[in-house]
C-alpha cells in the first residue's frame, strides 16, 4: 500500500434541493486509488468534516481516495431552507454524492453520519456501496445518551464569550478526553459573529420536524437487515449511546455484522482515542 504524503482539497458536491455539500478530499484522480473503493466519511450531529481530519489523512497516506463531507447543515455545507434534516433527506444528499463520485464507496458514519450511512447503502445497493462502518450507533440507540447530546446542543445555542468559554463546556461535555493546551482547534467547529463563537450548524437541526423517531428505527433495522456487504460495528466502550445490550440485539439482527469495541473511547470513538480507531478502520477497509 502506497504512504505517500497526500494534501487534501476542498471539494463542492450538489445535494438534493440543488443544496451545496462541502467536503475535504484526498488523492482524486490518484494511480494508487484506481482500482480501491472511494472512502466516504460522514460525520456525526452537531460535527462537521473536521471531526475526520487525522483519519482521513491516515486512509489517503496508504494511497486511498477519501473524501470527508459536511453533511446538510452543517460546517460549510448549505442550510437547509426548510430545515429538512431527516434521515431520508440526509440519506438523498449521500445517494447525491454517490452518483457524482461515480466508482465503488466504503461508507464510515459515526452516530447521525451511520444511520445516514445505513440507510444510503440500502438504497444504492453493493455496486455502489462495498463496506460499511457504523461508528457507535445502532437503530436502537441510548435515549438517555442521545438526550445528552441534544441537551449540550440547546445550552450553548446562544453562543460562547471566547474559544476559553467553549473549550470548558466541551471539557465538562467529554470528561474522558484530554482537553487540548490550546483552544485555537475549536475554531474549525466555532464562527465569530458579532463578537460571540457559534457552533458551526443550523440550529434548526434540532427540532427535525420530519423525524418520527419510531418510524425510524424500524426503518434502519430492517434496512440493515437486508445489507449483504461486510458491515464493522466500531463502539467506544465508555460511550452512554450505544449500550452492550444494543451492540448484542444489533448482532443478533445483522449476524454477518463485525464489532469492535475500543476500550478508551466514548460516543466521539473517532477523536478520543484516533490511533486505535484508525487502525480498525484502516486493517477493514484494506481487506
Same mark, same amino acid.
Given at each position: 500500500m502506497s504512504t505517500a504524503n497526500s494534501q487534501s482539497q476542498t471539494v463542492t458536491f450538489r445535494g438534493v434541493d440543488d443544496l451545496n455539500l462541502v467536503g475535504d478530499e484526498w488523492n482524486k484522480g490518484a494511480e494508487s486509488a484506481a482500482d480501491r473503493p472511494t472512502v466516504l466519511l460522514l460525520h456525526g450531529g452537531g460535527q462537521n468534516r473536521h471531526s475526520w481530519k487525522n483519519t482521513g489523512q491516515i486512509l489517503a497516506n496508504r494511497g486511498l481516495h477519501v473524501i470527508a463531507l459536511d453533511s446538510r447543515g452543517h460546517g460549510d455545507s448549505d442550510r437547509s431552507p426548510s430545515a429538512n434534516y431527516s434521515v431520508e433527506a440526509l440519506c438523498g444528499d449521500i445517494l447525491q454524492v454517490l452518483y457524482q463520485v461515480g466508482r465503488p464507496v466504503v461508507l464510515i458514519g459515526a452516530s447521525m453520519g451511520g444511520l445516514t450511512g445505513i440507510l444510503a447503502a440500502h438504497e444504492a445497493g453493493p455496486e455502489l456501496v462495498t463496506k460499511l462502518v457504523l461508528v457507535d450507533v445502532v437503530p436502537r440507540f441510548e435515549k438517555s445518551g442521545s438526550a445528552r447530546i441534544r441537551d449540550f446542543m440547546f445550552n450553548h445555542v446562544h453562543g460562547f464569550d471566547s474559544l476559553e468559554q467553549a473549550a470548558e463546556a466541551v471539557a465538562a461535555y467529554l470528561?474522558? $478526553?484530554?482537553?487540548?493546551? =490550546?483552544?485555537?482547534?475549536? %475554531? %474549525?467547529?466555532?464562527r465569530l459573529r458579532d463578537g460571540r463563537w457559534y457552533w458551526h450548524w443550523d440550529p434548526a437541526f434540532l427540532t427535525k420536524p420530519e423525524d418520527d423517531p419510531f418510524v425510524r428505527v424500524e426503518k434502519l433495522e430492517q434496512a440493515a437487515m437486508n445489507l449483504t456487504i461486510p458491515i464493522l460495528l466500531i463502539r467506544g466502550k465508555l =460511550? !452512554?449511546?450505544?449500550? &452492550?445490550?444494543?451492540?448484542? !440485539?444489533?448482532?443478533? %439482527?445483522?449476524? &454477518? #455484522?463485525?464489532?469492535?469495541?475500543?476500550? !478508551? #473511547?466514548?460516543?466521539? #470513538? &473517532?477523536?478520543? !482515542?484516533?490511533? #486505535?480507531?484508525? &487502525?480498525?478502520?484502516?486493517?477493514?477497509?484494506? $481487506?
Open positions: 470528561p474522558h $478526553r484530554t482537553k487540548p493546551r =490550546s483552544p485555537e482547534g475549536l %475554531k %474549525k467547529n466555532l =460511550s !452512554d449511546v450505544v449500550s &452492550a445490550e444494543g451492540v448484542q !440485539d444489533f448482532l443478533e %439482527k445483522v449476524p &454477518a #455484522a463485525e464489532f469492535v469495541e475500543l476500550s !478508551d #473511547a466514548g460516543h466521539t #470513538a &473517532a477523536g478520543d !482515542d484516533n490511533d #486505535a480507531f484508525s &487502525a480498525v478502520v484502516v486493517e477493514f477497509v484494506g $481487506r
